[in-house]
């Protein structure tokens, strides 16, 4: 399903709003202790190209904002969990200082969602009298909420909020909360009185059971889409998330303390920061536009430099990646960011003696910016992710072309900043073509010499949120069973084929390998060391080596999941998957004499939506 778009006046929290909250709720919790565990979910089966390396080296930039928001909410006695650091967490047993915690918040990508399934069951497992209350979030709650209550058909697993929204969603929930846990109880508790008291419902981007589900079978409560805070320098302090974090163990409970700030660097070396958020383009697979409701949000300069600083500072961190969805969406919003970039200095050294950053753009906007290159590289940007999908655009039409992947490419090389194109195969796309780039290999080929240091391929996907993501399934690409066993979320990653209108999809699943291969290998490899790139030689050399590596283990998993298509037999879906709940809104469930009481602070939070 698609995100609702909610009228543009109504999109945006007001300048200072997020600011605002925060110093409310603190002060609401000021005295509470209130033990809170956040947990990125995390599937190892999806390590695979091109996140083998990286997938263990970043604090995802989503949990470590919730984190942030927390601790500056107040509730300081806060730790975040990655699975990926710490698979065999158990939040049963887990204690924050001693003590079980009070919330226990659970992130998830959708091929992640196998791991939080086990995370909520284990919380459920908890005796009702200390059980936590227990909150879903990220891509996974977003677009399908209903998927975390009662999980597996089971009533009793199952979340008790589904927030389909970013920090300032969970703020305003903070703030209805400690309303009622202020006077005594558990935030669970305080949670089951603000539902049956109706205190809920004007806090927007939630869902969750209704208080008495016997008035209502099969319903979840949705009090609608979130609003946007249109600022990005109003997000919490970026190093309250990094002093939360749980050190890396194989242990089911918690350390007695998080991990040590100058130990960060160790185990996470590259710092993931939120710069921009939105795109201009409208693509048909991607849920980007309708999550961002079709607006375009940043940071300044001066809060990205400053964030850049403090954690080279404290944290000994050199490398950064932008999590922007098209950083050169808006020419000037870029290039003021760049500005304050290059003016920035510490200990007697530019930024770019300091740090390395890199993140995602268009390749449309970036050659229509070909003359902010040079000052991105004197702003320490090293490396640009390009989303090229098909040189001939095919798939989608967005402004690319070979001409101009060619030009910006080889101006990219000149200055010093490493191009990462990105490409879809679509079942339109031979492997290989004569007299035209048509084809797969001709594409990756084209690249790399053009001057691309990586590559990313992927197959297809349906995604959920996107405009295309129904029609995928009517048509009847989308696989459901191989060999008799279903489909699992872990596997659309976009790196398993599991859409095609091929009747050999595993013919498609050796595509993408051949692919892969014709960019990582010995001779690109050798090529690298005897004609190096002057600027980008370190890096060529060194990402085909990770490449070939990354590619070795990576064939291993395309070659099992293609020779099991290849066996078969294999069922596709004809619809998307089902979901057994009913989304209404509050109104729906409104019935004489409800009592509606809301407790004394709860005025402040419609206040902050008039």
Known sequence: MELAVRPRGDVFTQPGEFLALRARVREMA???????????????????????????????????????????????????????????????????????PEMLLVGSMQIHAEKAYQLIADACTVPESQR????????????????????????????????????????????????????????????????????????????YRPDNPSEAPGCLIDTGTQRLVEDLDELPPILDGYRLLEPPHRRATLSARPLELNRVRRHAPIAPLVITNGCKFR?????????????????????????????????????????????????????????????????????????????????????????????????????????????????????????SAGELFHELDRVGICPMPMMVHHDAQPLLSRGNLSGLINQVVFLRRAGAVSMQVCSLTPSVGSRGYEKTFENGFVIDRVGGYPLEHWQIDGNHVVATSSPSPWLVQLRLLAAYAAFYNPLHLLEGLVRPRQRLFLADVGIQVVGMYALARTAVKYLRWSGRMWWGPVTRQTAPPAS?????????????????????????????LD
């Open 132 to 207: 936590p209350l227990i909150l879903a979030g990220g891509p996974k709650a977003i677009y399908e909420p209903w998927d975390v209550f009662a999980i597996g058909g089971d009533p009793n697993v199952s979340v008790d909020l589904a927030v389909r929204g970013e920090a300032f969603v969970l703020a305003q929930l903070l703030e209805v909360l400690l309303a009622y846990r202020k006077s005594g109880g558990t935030m669970r508790q305080a949670f089951e009185q603000a539902r049956r008291e109706r205190a809920l419902e004007d806090v927007l981007g939630l869902v």
């Open 30 to 100: 000021a005295g509470l202790d209130i033990p809170s565990v956040v947990v990125y979910a995390f599937d190892p089966r999806t390590r695979i190209l091109p996140f083998l390396f990286a997938d263990k080296r970043m604090v995802p930039a989503g949990v470590r904002v919730v984190g942030s928001t927390l601790h500056d909410c107040g509730l300081t006695h806060t730790r975040i969990v990655l699975q990926q650091w710490t698979p065999h967490f158990r939040p049963s047993v887990a204690r924050v200082d001693g003590r079980p």
């Open 283 to 403: 693509c048909d697979f991607c849920p980007i536009p309708a999550a961002n409701q079709r607006t375009f949000r940043s940071k300044s300069g001066q809060r990205l430099a400053d964030e850049m600083e403090l954690l080279n500072r404290n944290a000994g961190i050199k490398f950064f990646f932008g999590t922007c969805d098209n950083f050169f969406n808006d020419r000037e919003r870029a290039e003021e960011i760049l500005v304050d970039l290059v003016r920035r200095s510490w200990d007697n050294r530019r930024l770019k003696n300091h740090v390395r950053w890199g993140t995602e753009s268009t390749q449309y906007d970036a050659y229509k910016n070909l003359d902010l290159m040079q000052l991105g590289r004197r702003g320490g940007l090293r490396a640009l992710w390009f989303g090229i999908e098909d040189l001939t655009g095919a798939l989608v039409k967005k402004g690319q072309s070979a001409e």
């Open 580 to 608: 057994s709940w009913r989304l209404v809104d509050p109104a729906e469930l409104d019935r004489p004499g409800r009592e509606t009481r809301r407790p004394d602070a709860a005025p402040a939070v419609k206040a902050t």
